[in-house]
């Protein structure tokens, strides 16, 4: 069942950051992050009405906490596209974002097979692999910037993870409440402080916004199935599935827009099915 949830968890962040991308295409991405953090608010209350709970202020803390360090390591990835190679920036992040859960589960005792290794060694370089970019779309930037935000990305992206494990599971889906609540309140404070500067920011509108709140739909869905997941099964094994989110990311761009997967790209999609047979038969 993790396995499952695990996919399940790439497959709805993945495509959540595909219409979030395309929303920001045309509206600034700090007024579309509202409307998907507002939306996923919403849908959290909704998620949380309808699963019995008995939830404590350890719980709901951890949950603004991982929801709070979400949303930064969101930014840091964002400034980290626009300042550095995406093919540098985004790889690093997805491979910082799984190993340090990873990291942080064999640390506590989680010991999956060889098989299962195998399979998440696959997943992660898989993760990477999928993200890369061609040579063509980085011209004209330098290696190593981008480098430190993406590490500062990765790790947030890895660490509010392991926040999640802190709450306990008797708390229900009350964390992503939490998380999601933290996060909205982060992006309005500072949206404020832009507008104290009297710089206006346009918010989505149309076919945009329908975007922005699909992306927030997507958002508390796949928070909410990675809570699940953790509680359900091994942290090593959930952390390098749910690092394959560009996966889907890259694939929705293929059919939806008609981008074509480049070599190394569709190298990545064959590693991350070897190694998802590899941990279900783990």
Not at 77 to 91: D, E, F, N
Not at 147 to 152: E, T
Not at 171 to 182: D, E, F, M, N, Q
Not at 203 to 212: E, K, Q, S, T
């Amino acid at each position: 069942m993790a396995v499952l949830l695990g996919v399940l968890v790439a497959a709805s962040f993945g495509s959540g950051d595909f219409l979030g991308g395309r929303a920001s295409r045309r509206a600034p991405t700090l007024t579309v992050l509202m409307v998907a953090q507002a939306t996923a608010v919403l849908g959290a209350i909704v998620v949380c009405l309808l699963v019995s709970a008995r939830v404590g202020v350890h719980d709901i803390v951890f949950g603004a906490l991982a929801g709070s360090i979400n949303i930064v390591g969101i930014g840091l990835l964002y400034q980290g596209l626009a300042v550095g190679r995406m093919g540098v920036v985004a790889p690093l992040t997805a491979l910082v974002s799984a190993v340090l859960p990873v990291a942080w589960g064999v640390g506590n005792g989680e010991r999956p097979s060889l098989v299962v290794v195998f399979g998440v060694v696959l997943a992660v370089v898989a993760g990477v692999l999928i993200s890369r970019r061609q040579a063509e779309d980085q011209a004209g930037m330098p290696n190593a910037s981008g480098i430190a935000w993406s590490l500062g990305s990765g790790a947030c992206l890895g660490a509010s993870l392991v926040l999640y494990l802190q709450t306990s599971t008797a708390s229900g889906l009350w964390p992503v409440l939490a998380a999601r609540a933290a996060a909205f309140m982060l992006v309005a404070l500072l949206l404020a402080v832009v507008a104290r500067r009297r710089v206006s920011l346009p918010f989505p509108r149309g076919a945009d916004r329908v975007l922005a709140l699909g992306a927030g739909i997507l958002d508390v869905t796949a928070t909410s199935l990675l809570l699940l997941a953790v509680r359900e099964g091994l942290v090593v094994v959930v952390s390098p599935l749910a690092a394959l989110a560009p996966a889907a990311t890259v694939v929705l761009a293929r059919f939806v827009l008609g981008e074509r997967l480049h070599a190394v790209q569709r190298i990545g999609l064959l590693f991350a099915l070897a190694g998802l047979v590899l941990i279900v038969a783990g």
